[in-house]
């Protein structure tokens, strides 16, 4: 059945309306039915009777009484027999059976038979009470059930959390991959709900909050339920906005009814997920905030300031938004201890993938530390995401085991979107798109000592025509200058490979383009590397605007030193762009071969494009048989005359150097110095 026949179907006997309104019309019909003459036949009066058997004409044979059924049989004065079937009422039988007594003696009457009657509304009556009865407490009882789980009408105020119990579905810190030292931060909080008599001698005091913040998917969540798992304690679970409802008291009087229950359960964990919903600066908002929201923070503050020293609670909250808590959350003695949950690292990412393949069968080719290396900046919840969707596809090619190659495609699937496969594209189209993409490429190769390609394809995904993705060779924290000016080289590829090589430029570098505006903007505001403005940052840390807390941006420098700083990101792009195409004409047999494999399979993975590179794009070495030519180049650039143009009015900027490059030949080109992925 479908979910809407389901709804449609849904009996309406779970409310209240309706078990009221049903002992209503119970009642009515029984008082209607058997509580007076309404509704009944028009009875047989007595004497009608009575005149048959007094009259001497008549000799009456048998009279038989049945109930209220009065049978009379008889001969009339003309000899013919007759009988006569009336119904008398109920309070007229003993006297009707009175005046058949003497009527018996007087002789006119040779006898009669009478069965005693039972009263049929009586026992009607006593069922419908009873039933009535039983409806009256299957209501009570069900409205004590709902109101013990939080789901009637009548406990808007009760505790909402879920509570899992400590001996089923435990997770434990192994269940945990990575977050090694968020894990060792919390082995202190299990220690006291499994010890807590070690602490009190001692006189310490065990935090009475820990604050987990970080990232979505990090694992904060499941990190609090390891810590419950570990110590054997009650986890009582509840949202930031389950505390908030449309009456006014409600959330205060849930968070009273949580604490209560969780020291009853004590020792127990209570966590509190997304708690910024209830947690937000009190005063942050246009007319004074939220009252109810506020009120519910108030109480939150008031019962973790009630908890003693020997009170065996620890309450856990999580956010994203750490820093728009109310400053009275974060003091000593509430939520005390803060613990950040970072993004993984390669290793961690490892770890994190080898605990989601436990259940699922890998093939022999598939080489988890590479999936990690090639997922950076994927959460825990996006890995696991990942081998889900690498699982579909390989379900949907009737596989038995998860290939490399399923992994792969989910990765570009999780990161783009799906693949577009079924899209008709057109020469020009193709064209213009691996040009584009190898630029990309290209660059990405030439300059990056830290990164490496890992696909290059012409296939649409998502809102993309087309895309080069990469992977760093190894995990790093911070970027240094080169790193983020060789990022916009390669950002600035694509379309610096559309002007070199078709003589026209399109719409398909928008994204790339506000990319590197970005990273040359934060170079200048945030980072303090420029050369006109070195170790200057300008604006806040925080840029967003968070309404009463802040009503508006505030530019913090004149007019003039921004528009130094529009100049100076404009340098920073312009110089960098010269160089982008000093490396494509450099490099353009590289990308004459690759764009050529680009419009004939339309994908080229990471080692191929390797060979295709380190070949300086010579097709037919890299591919013998599959009739390339030896010559590949058939640009505005193969010809000499049109080389020397491109390589004069393209000025060595990068360093400092500004004098025109030397125009080698299209055989002269030196690529010794380029770094590889492994330099």
């Given at each position: 059945m479908s979910?809407?026949?389901e709804?449609?179907?849904?009996p309406i006997g779970?409310?209240?309306?309706?078990?009221?309104?049903?002992?209503i019309v119970?009642i009515?019909f029984?008082?209607i039915?058997?509580?007076g003459n309404y509704?009944?036949k028009?009875?047989?009066?007595l004497?009608d009777?009575?005149n048959i058997?007094e009259?001497?004409s008549?000799?009456v044979?048998?009279?038989e009484?049945?109930?209220t059924?009065v049978t009379?049989?008889?001969?009339?004065s003309?000899?013919?027999s007759?009988?006569?079937?009336?119904?008398?009422?109920?309070e007229?039988v003993?006297?009707f059976?009175?005046?058949?007594?003497a009527?018996?003696?007087?002789g006119?009457i040779?006898?009669?038979?009478?069965s005693q009657?039972?009263?049929?509304?009586?026992v009607?009556?006593?069922?419908m009470?009873a039933i009535?009865?039983?409806?009256v407490i299957?209501l009570?009882?069900?409205?004590?059930?709902?109101?013990?789980d939080g789901?009637?009408v009548?406990s808007?105020g009760?505790?909402?959390?879920r509570v899992s119990?400590p001996?089923?579905?435990k997770?434990r810190f192994?269940d945990?991959?990575?977050?090694v030292e968020?894990?060792?931060?919390?082995?202190?909080?299990?220690?006291?709900?499994?010890?807590?008599?070690?602490?009190?001698?001692?006189?310490a005091k065990?935090?009475?909050?820990v604050?987990l913040?970080?990232?979505?998917?990090?694992?904060k969540?499941?990190l609090?339920?390891?810590?419950a798992?570990e110590?054997g304690?009650?986890?009582?679970?509840?949202?930031?906005?389950?505390f908030?409802?449309?009456?006014?008291?409600?959330?205060?009087?849930r968070?009273?009814s949580?604490?209560?229950?969780?020291?009853?359960?004590?020792p127990?964990?209570?966590f509190?997920?997304e708690i910024?919903?209830?947690?937000?600066?009190?005063?942050?908002?246009?007319?004074?905030?939220q009252?109810?929201?506020?009120?519910?923070l108030n109480q939150?503050l008031?019962e973790?300031?009630g908890?003693?020293v020997t009170?065996?609670?620890?309450?856990?909250?999580?956010t994203?938004?750490?820093?728009v808590l109310?400053?009275?959350?974060?003091?000593p003695?509430?939520?005390?201890?803060?613990i950040?949950?970072?993004?993984?690292?390669?290793d961690e990412?490892?770890?994190?993938l080898?605990i989601h393949?436990r259940k699922?069968?890998?093939?022999?080719?598939?080489?988890l530390?590479?999936v990690?290396?090639?997922t950076?900046g994927?959460t825990?919840?996006?890995?696991?995401n990942l081998l889900?969707?690498a699982?579909?596809?390989a379900?949907r090619?009737?596989?038995?085991e998860i290939?490399?190659?399923?992994i792969?495609?989910?990765?570009?699937?999780?990161q783009?979107?799906?693949?577009?496969?079924?899209k008709k594209?057109?020469d020009k189209?193709k064209?213009?798109?691996s040009?584009?993409?190898a630029?990309?490429?290209v660059?990405?190769?030439?300059?990056?000592?830290?990164?490496?390609?890992d696909?290059?394809?012409?296939?649409p995904a998502?809102?993309?025509?087309?895309?080069t993705?990469y992977k760093p060779i190894e995990?790093?924290?911070?970027y240094?200058e080169?790193m983020l000016?060789d990022?916009i080289?390669m950002?600035?590829g694509g379309?610096?490979a559309?002007?070199?090589?078709?003589?026209?430029?399109?719409?398909?570098?928008?994204?790339?383009?506000?990319?590197?505006?970005?990273i040359?903007?934060?170079m200048?505001?945030?980072?303090g590397l420029?050369?006109k403005?070195?170790?200057?940052?300008?604006?806040?840390?925080?840029?967003?605007?968070f309404l009463?807390y802040?009503?508006?941006?505030?530019?913090?420098y004149?007019d003039q030193?921004a528009?130094?700083?529009?100049?100076?990101?404009?340098s920073?792009?312009d110089?960098c762009y010269?160089?982008t195409?000093?490396?494509?004409i450099e490099?353009?047999?590289v990308v004459?071969?690759?764009?050529?494999?680009l419009i004939?399979?339309l994908?080229?993975?990471?080692?191929?494009?390797?060979?295709?590179?380190?070949a300086?794009?010579n097709?037919s070495?890299?591919y013998p048989g599959?009739?390339?030519d030896?010559?590949t180049?058939n640009?505005?650039a193969?010809?000499?005359?049109a080389?020397?143009r491109l390589?004069?009015?393209?000025?060595?900027?990068?360093?400092g150097n500004?004098?025109p490059?030397p125009?080698?030949?299209p055989d002269d080109v030196?690529?010794s110095?380029?770094p590889?992925?492994?330099?």
């Open positions: 979910e809407k026949n709804k449609s179907f849904r779970g409310g209240l309306i309706f078990y009221i309104l049903m002992i119970l009515a029984s008082t039915v058997f509580g509704g009944q028009e009875k047989s009066k004497s009777l009575m058997i009259d001497e008549n000799e044979s048998l009279v009484i049945k109930g059924i009379v049989t008889y001969k009339n003309d000899g013919l007759a009988e006569l079937t009336q119904e008398i009422p109920y007229y003993d006297d059976v009175l005046k058949l007594d009527a018996s003696a007087d006119k040779q006898g009669y038979n009478y009657p039972f009263d049929w509304s009586l009607v009556n006593i069922a009470f009535s009865l039983i409806i299957v009570f009882l069900s409205i004590t059930r709902q109101s013990r789901n009637s009548f808007f009760n505790n909402r959390a119990d001996n089923k579905d997770v192994s945990v991959a990575g977050s968020e894990k060792e931060e919390l082995h202190e909080i299990v220690d006291f709900l499994k010890n807590p008599k070690k602490y009190q001698e001692l006189g065990i935090p009475k909050g604050l913040y970080g990232a979505p998917g990090t694992g969540t499941l609090a339920r390891a810590v798992g110590a304690v009650k986890f009582f679970y509840i949202s930031g906005s389950d908030v409802e449309m009456l006014v008291g409600v959330g205060a009087s968070v009273r949580l604490f209560s229950d969780a020291k009853k359960e004590a127990s964990v209570v509190i997920d910024d919903a209830v947690g937000r600066k009190r005063g942050a908002g246009l007319g004074g905030g009252d109810e929201r506020e009120q519910t939150i008031v973790m300031d908890f003693d009170s065996n609670v620890i309450v856990m909250a999580a994203n938004r750490v820093d109310d400053p009275a959350l974060l003091r003695g509430r939520f005390d201890r803060r950040m949950v970072n993004m993984p690292d390669a990412r490892d770890a994190i080898r393949a699922k069968p890998l093939a022999k080719d598939v080489d530390h590479e990690a290396l090639s950076v994927f825990g919840a996006d890995l696991e889900n969707e699982a579909l596809m379900a090619h009737n596989k038995k290939t490399m190659k399923e792969t495609d989910a990765t570009f699937r999780v783009m979107g799906p693949q577009k496969n079924s594209l057109s189209v064209r213009l798109t040009y584009h993409e630029g990309h490429a660059v990405l190769r030439a300059t990056s000592e830290f990164e490496k390609v696909r290059v394809t012409i296939v998502g809102s993309a025509g087309g895309f993705a995990d790093t924290d911070f240094t080169k000016l990022t080289k950002t600035l379309r610096a559309e002007e070199v090589f078709l003589g026209e430029v399109s719409t398909g570098a928008a994204s790339d383009l506000q990319q590197c505006n970005n040359a903007k934060n200048i505001k945030r980072y420029s050369k403005f070195r170790n200057m940052v300008f604006g806040d840390e925080n840029e967003e605007v009463g802040s009503m508006g941006q505030v530019q913090s004149s030193t528009a130094e700083i529009d100049e100076e990101i404009k920073i792009i110089s010269e160089e195409k000093r490396i494509l490099k353009r047999n004459e071969g690759l764009a050529k494999r004939d399979k994908t080229v993975d990471g080692p191929e494009f390797e060979k295709i590179y380190e300086d794009g097709l070495s890299v599959e009739g390339y030896a010559d180049v640009s505005a193969q010809s000499d005359d080389y020397e390589m004069s009015e393209t000025p060595a900027v990068y360093g500004t004098a490059a125009a080698p030949g030196d690529d110095n380029d590889g992925p492994s330099d």
